[in-house]
């Protein structure tokens, strides 16, 4: 008989996005087949950025068999195995794995309230349910997590915060108005002027940013002064197409080793909003780095540092720098700091977004999308934010529609008197 191998799993790690994705394809297969669609719990409800399963939990009874043979037909799907009573694991293709746990009805809500809290927080839920029946027990008498939270004199816990303990709640930032940063064929996106603030407005949004390359980033054909003055006409011409939505234009301009700028002040004033972002020269000496960013959230035409520390995730570590220099001096002069909700960013990250508001720093969350899709990854952002306890008035694209209007067209003119610009 041959030796029973076992090798030992390779942690896999999923993006936040790849995750959601997952949950979407199980949930289809699962509505497909007439049955309830499950809900997700754990690190993913949470918005943890890079999470290690996908996990799921199905208000039951449910048969697992019939459970398992729906799970079969999720698209992507990879294999699916029957786990005792109550459980299913799935693997997808090009994503990782899954678990979906079919409970009662009767533990539903202990298992949403479980399952979605990080161990710390569940365990200083329970000790406060000492003496007022216990965890469980207080789950088993609520129609939902909400319940449990004031039978426990507590606020709710929206589920990015339950990481520790969470006796008091700031207002969290919840929705942006509209949103920032979107590349179009004019560089490296596949989608027109026209199309992606039709994406903007059937996603919710009421503005849209438009911003190319510049042409330091010949890589995607970055545009120069006078191809910006071309696409200002088409931008102009898709205001009269599209309604519902205000085309801002803008662009997306290179950070110079040195901190200056790609495209000249004239240029940049003739836009709505600029967002600066290092594409080149990564490899540089801290100080350095935290010069060149010092610098570029310090030009009065600057709007937004665009994916401050330049990381890719589970890709590439990003640029070391001073986080708190910068967010220091873009508090100083009015500059945002993006937190890009692009799946394999998310740049900023929470960590770093404390920091940058500890400093007074506020931000941006912008999709970075270079096609009409890429426009719904702004969420993602948004998880981010909330994960770092920001409050709507520290998100620019937070504020009121009029209100972000008004203000970019205020700080174009205050920038352009600075400067002595026409
Ligand atoms: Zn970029
Ligand atoms: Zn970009």
Redesign the pocket.
């Known amino acids: 008989m041959g030796e029973d191998v076992t090798l030992p799993r390779l942690s896999r790690h999923l993006l936040l996005a790849s995750a959601l994705e997952m949950a979407r394809l199980a949930n289809d297969a699962l509505s497909r087949a007439g049955l309830d669609e499950a809900s997700i719990v754990g690190e993913v409800r949470r918005g943890v950025a890079v999470v290690s399963e996908l996990s799921l939990v199905l208000r039951g009874p449910a048969d697992v068999q019939r459970v398992a043979r729906a799970l079969r037909h999720a698209a992507a799907c990879e294999g699916v195995t029957v786990e005792g009573r109550d459980a299913v694991r799935m693997t997808f293709q090009g994503g990782g794995p899954a678990r979906v746990r079919i409970v009662h009805r009767s533990r539903f809500v202990e298992a949403l309230l479980r399952g979605t809290g990080s161990p710390r927080h569940v365990r200083w839920l329970e000790r406060l349910a000492q003496g007022r029946g216990g965890l469980s027990w207080l789950c088993a008498q609520a129609r939902s997590e909400r319940d449990v939270y004031s039978a426990l004199d507590l606020p709710f816990a929206p589920p990015e915060l339950r990481e520790g303990a969470t006796p008091r709640i700031p207002p969290l930032v919840d929705s942006v108005s509209g949103v920032f940063?979107?590349?179009t064929t004019w560089s490296d996106g596949s989608a027109s002027v026209a199309e992606m603030a039709l994406a903007a407005g059937k996603a919710g949004y009421a503005y849209l940013g438009i911003?190319e390359?510049s042409r330091a980033a010949s890589y995607a054909r970055g545009l120069d002064a006078e191809r910006l003055a071309a696409q200002a006409r088409e931008v102009k011409k898709a205001r009269r197409e599209v309604g519902g939505v205000a085309i801002l234009h803008g662009v997306?301009v290179d950070v110079m080793p040195d901190g200056s700028l790609d495209l000249d002040d004239e240029t940049l004033a003739s836009l709505d909003f600029v967002?600066a972002?290092v594409h080149v020269g990564l490899e540089m000496e801290a100080t350095a780095m935290t010069e060149r960013l010092v610098r570029a959230v310090s030009h009065p035409l600057v709007t937004i540092l665009?994916?401050p520390t330049g990381r890719l995730l589970l890709g590439r570590a990003g640029y070391a720098f001073d986080v708190e220099a910068v967010a220091t001096a873009a508090a100083r002069n009015d500059t945002f700091l993006e937190i890009?909700a692009?799946p394999q960013r998310l740049d900023l990250g929470e960590d770093d977004v404390r920091r940058a508001a500890a400093c007074g720093a506020r931000f941006a969350i912008d999709p970075?999308a270079?096609t009409t899709r890429g426009i719904r990854d702004t969420p993602l952002g948004l998880s981010v934010a909330r994960r770092a306890g920001l409050r709507r008035e520290q998100v620019l694209n937070a504020r009121a529609t009029d209100e972000v209007l008004a203000y970019l067209s205020a700080r174009r003119r205050a920038a352009k008197r600075r400067l002595a610009l026409a």
């Open positions: 940063h979107v590349h911003t390359h997306e967002i972002s665009g994916h890009n692009n970075d270079h």
